[in-house]
């Protein structure tokens, strides 16, 4: 039960600034490419390596209680497969088809790459 | 900034916070319901993006149709859906796979997902569109109107 409090409690925050960043992000932008989504996906997936990663390093963050808050509850929610899936098929069906093939690219090579800059940096964290 | 603005948007705050609490715990109750080996497995992950691209493909017909409540979106679309989908998850266990020793697995959900979530938007866009032409076709039905 404490558990399924956790993981709202952190998806509650997750989609909340999800949905802020998205904003800040499109307004500061302002163009069809959604960077707002890539933003969240990309931070939420260095995030999720961070925070596994430290797992092994730092004991109180690899807690069945801290894993439902932050892993699955906040980085679960800041980060959207469904929006991604939307903007795509938005992209490539208004004609812009190439958008639609370099957005799905750049957001899983980017969401890879920050989750092994996320990982890496524990690993480096554990051996200072 | 007026009450009336602040007041909204608070509302539409609460609607996402909300959204998002019952979408994670939607997810996180698959994960429970769906057998998962040790070493952890993705199918829990990979069905709830596929469905919830799906659900998001028939809502956004659905909606953009309807007269619709300015929280309906914030609520379902941006919370529930949002919170019910993962990236960083579906990341999580294709990394999952490379430490086990799967990289060939890895290499293969990556884009399945992709290949299976794509085609659900299209598919929940076509059934609700359906289901759209259909009501209206229907006699009696009072909304819709135009032929």
Not at chain 1, 73 to 102: E, I, K, N
Not at chain 2, 38 to 61: K, M, R
Request: proline share 3%.
């Amino acid at each position: 039960m404490t558990t399924l409090l956790l993981v709202a409690l952190g998806g509650a925050v997750g989609a909340v600034l999800r949905y802020g960043i998205d904003r800040g992000v499109r307004h500061a932008r302002g163009s069809a490419f959604p960077w707002g989504t890539f933003t969240v996906n990309v931070v939420g997936s260095f995030l999720l390596a961070l925070l596994v990663g430290g797992a092994a390093t730092f004991d109180g963050l690899g807690s069945p209680g801290s894993r439902a808050l932050l892993v699955v509850g906040l980085c679960g929610a800041l980060t959207t497969f469904s929006t991604f899936g939307q903007d795509t098929v938005r992209l490539y069906t208004s004609g812009a088809r190439s958008h639609a093939v370099r957005y799905v690219l750049v957001t899983i090579l980017g969401g890879i790459a920050a989750a092994a800059l996320g990982f890496g940096s524990t690993v480096a964290l554990a051996y200072l | 900034m007026s009450k009336a603005v602040l007041a909204h948007r608070s509302r539409v705050l609460a609607a996402v916070a909300l959204g998002g609490a019952l979408g994670s715990t939607l997810r996180y109750g698959v994960s429970l319901a769906l057998p998962h080996a040790d070493g952890g497995t993705v199918w829990p992950t990979l069905t709830v993006n596929v469905l919830g691209c799906f659900v998001i493909g028939a809502f956004t017909v659905l909606l953009a149709e309807t007269e619709r409540h300015h929280l309906l979106r914030p609520f379902l679309g941006v919370g529930v859906l949002g919170g019910f989908t993962t990236f960083s998850g579906y990341l999580a266990d294709a990394g999952g796979l490379l430490a086990t020793g799967q990289p060939l697995y890895a290499a293969l959900y990556l884009p399945l997902t992709v290949l299976l979530a794509l085609p659900a938007v299209v598919c929940g866009a076509a059934l609700a569109g359906g289901l759209r032409t259909r009501s209206r076709r229907a006699p009696g039905t009072a909304t819709g109107g135009e032929s």
